[in-house]
């Protein structure tokens, strides 16, 4: 089995795959399980649909963002500053900053209670040294050994899909609400579809896979800088760039698939219906599943914070560092990008100590869904008209059909925020 693994990672297919997968997997962290668990719990299998939806929708919109990272050889939040008025990217790049760091909260509150139910002890003890041990691997890592742990944390993920296969479900009706699913337009399906499409195209997305993609060019995994004259190169790269993001995204979606689903034969069929916090889902599931699932369902919460509140850190200074011209970027030392690095530390010891303030979590997750919800529609315009400029991208600017699909994951989003404001 080890042999196979071995053979397996260095496999060249799986060597190509890098800021896609970690992007995709990124995005289903603790408040996202959290999210996935309400949905699958109140409306069974009748919020499958919503998965299926948003993958060609979040495949573009992402491959969007890792073209312009890879082409211009810069992050998005100095792209915007070289394009957009300064407040358009203070008023972007703050939002991020504080979602981000109220979303690493929600994330390492549920990562401490997962471990809590585990091992007992203290849950609040537990999201303490969670977060100090994300920070310093952050901080103490060089950069392609970081990533490469970052891919294996992917790995956590699979606990969902092994959930599933610890109860009984219904395959052909699985299918028949999949492809038929019966939606009533109430408040509280709006507001679930509102956050289901939020939770799944989130702003530090983007932020994260651009800055992965100039990443690579800086430390010549990718096979050095791109220009957009550089034609044959480029072509290359943006090959990767595409199957690695269908298959990020279609990895990330596969295990939301599978969380909502879990929840669906488990906590929904028992009538269990409100799921506050994935460590609750956790906790319901005991009963129900058995210890495996359980214990597979726990680790997977703690596997998936230790990837996502890096990516939620890492994002949000990448875009404050960019926004300064500060130096940036996880190849460097310490000493050499001290801002970089400690905007990291801010977010995360931000977010640890949210916990100490007696705000609820999950309060934290609905303020941080609300805001990635609201910046998501702005940003996604922004990011488009980037990715068109010729100016910028040169030969290689986003042609319609990418485009077009885009602008379908804008709309999409903007309706989601509509709705959720009208249903407050």
């Known amino acids: 089995m080890v042999k196979l693994i071995r053979d397996i990672a260095a496999h060249p297919g799986v060597k190509q795959l890098g800021p896609g997968l970690v992007t995709g997997a990124a995005d289903d962290d603790p408040s996202g399980i959290a999210t996935y668990s309400q949905a699958g719990a109140q409306f069974g299998f009748n919020m499958l649909w919503t998965v299926v939806f948003t993958y060609p929708l979040m495949v573009g919109i992402q491959m969007v963002s890792a073209r312009i990272g890879c082409i211009t050889g810069r992050g998005l939040a100095a792209n915007i500053k070289a394009v957009f008025p300064r407040p358009v990217l203070f008023g972007i790049v703050g939002l991020l900053l504080v979602a981000n760091t109220v979303n690493i909260a929600a994330d390492i509150a549920a ?20 977060g100090l041990l994300c920070l310093g691997l952050q901080v103490f890592l060089r950069y392609e050994k970081y990533v490469g742990y970052l891919k294996w944390l992917t790995l956590a993920l699979l606990s969902y899909v092994a959930v599933v296969f610890t109860a009984h479900v219904p395959w052909g ?8 699913p019966t939606v009533t337009l109430d408040r509280d399906t709006i507001l679930t579809v509102a956050a289901l499409f939020g939770t799944t195209i989130s702003p530090y997305l983007f932020f994260w896979q651009a800055a992965q993609e100039m990443e690579d060019l800086k430390s010549g995994r990718a ?13 290359a790269h943006l090959r990767r760039i595409r199957w690695d993001t269908l298959f990020g995204m279609g990895f990330s979606n596969l295990v939301a698939f599978f969380i909502i689903l879990s929840a669906a034969v488990t906590l929904h069929a028992a009538g269990i219906t409100t799921i506050q916090t994935s460590a609750d889902a956790a906790a319901a599931l005991r009963p ?3 210890p495996f699932a359980f214990l597979l369902f726990s680790l997977g919460i703690i596997g998936t914070g230790m990837l996502a509140v890096p990516v939620l850190a890492g994002s949000a200074a990448y875009a404050v560092t960019e926004s300064f011209d500060w130096k940036t970027g996880l190849d460097m030392q310490l000493h050499e990008a001290k801002e970089f690095y400690g905007i990291i530390a801010f977010a995360t010891v931000g977010g640890v100590l949210l916990n100490f303030t007696g705000l609820d ?4 997750l609905l303020w941080s869904a609300d805001i990635n919800c609201v910046i998501a529609v702005p940003i996604m315009a922004v990011m488009l008209r980037l990715g068109s400029d010729r100016s910028i991208m040169g030969s290689f600017a986003i042609r319609s ?14 309706v989601a925020v509509g709705a959720m404001f009208a249903t407050l």
Do not use: C, D, K
């Open 111 to 130: 990562m401490g209670q997962a471990m809590s139910l585990l091992v007992g002890g203290s849950a609040r003890l537990y999201s303490v040294l969670f």
């Open 173 to 180: 009706e699985v299918l028949r609400q999949v492809a038929f």
């Open 223 to 235: 096979g050095g800088t791109v220009l957009p004259h550089a034609s044959q190169v480029a072509r």
């Open 288 to 290: 129900l599943g058995g």
């Open 361 to 364: 979590p999950i309060r934290a």
């Open 401 to 414: 059909q990418l485009r077009n699909l885009g602008w379908a994951a804008t709309t999409l989003m903007g």
